[in-house]
């Protein structure tokens, strides 16, 4: 599905009135968050209608749904205090976009998690003290430490596969929508109190950045087709006739359906499993890692791929974690 914005507003998505906005600007960047909440309905009530000084254009639930609140030309109160590469206040020049994702928990002595809110939830998502479960249970979150954070283990809430096609359209949207648009950063990014976190370590952020790299290189890609015809004419008549006729029937079948389907990125930070299914391994996939698949068994994928250390790793992953390397 691809996205159209007419008059600062994406048609055909749900619209939330709100009074919790400022006057008209022209859109420079986009600030990603996570809400810290658990709910899609709970995080758009708290930007849009509750007494909370704080609203946005964008909100993004776990299943995919984007709601808007704010034209993407009216100032939203989402960034705060703020500073990036000579703009200070990104409320005024920068569209918010929030995600519906709790961040962080972290992890008791008891085995339990503790949210941004003291609630106390157990490893399999289930809330202490009611019936509420998280959308994925923390216990299979990812693990890790981060610096602005006090002492501890914290278990961070992955993006799903819903959330992370939605916002591919969104942000290709906005940079088709507005070419004044020349950032996408992240809130710890522009936060200058030194105490905010998101999108935390669970987004790849240089998909998203990519994005305006990419934009920036339409031109040249639409002048490469010009020169191709220069050249393939000439050589394809002088090659086919001693060589195409015998070998290239015979190869290209055989490759080309094995590459083109085999290229993937990896959408979270997870472990490897040494079976579909089975025991997880030390080996280890980060968002945005470039992943080669050996055999698909159903819901799993056999992947490789190079990490930072420049070593290979190796083992199953299930494919909605897995997303076309286009």
Known sequence: MTLKIKNGWVEGVRRVKTNKMGGDMVPKGIVLHYTAGWTTQGDVATLSTSDRKASVQFVLGRDGELIQIIPCDRVAWHAGPSKYKGFTGLNNSFIGVEICNAGWVKKLSNGNYLDQYSQEIKPDGRFVGNDRTTFSPPGGWHHMYHPRLAKGTYAWEPYYPAQLDKLDELVAALLKAYPTIKHIVTHEEIDTRGWKTDTGPMLNMRRYTKLLEDRSADVAEEVTPEKAPEKAPEKAPEKAPEKAPEKAPEKAPEKAPEKAPS?????????????????IKDAQVEPGMALQAKQVDGNWALVYGTDDDGQEVTGWIRAEHLRKDT
């Not at 993937?264 to 299914?277: A, C, F, K």
Request: charged residues 25%; positive net charge; aromatic residues 12%.
């Open 263 to 279: 290229s993937y990125v990896s959408r979270v930070w997870l472990r490897l499993r040494e079976t579909p299914n089975g025991n």
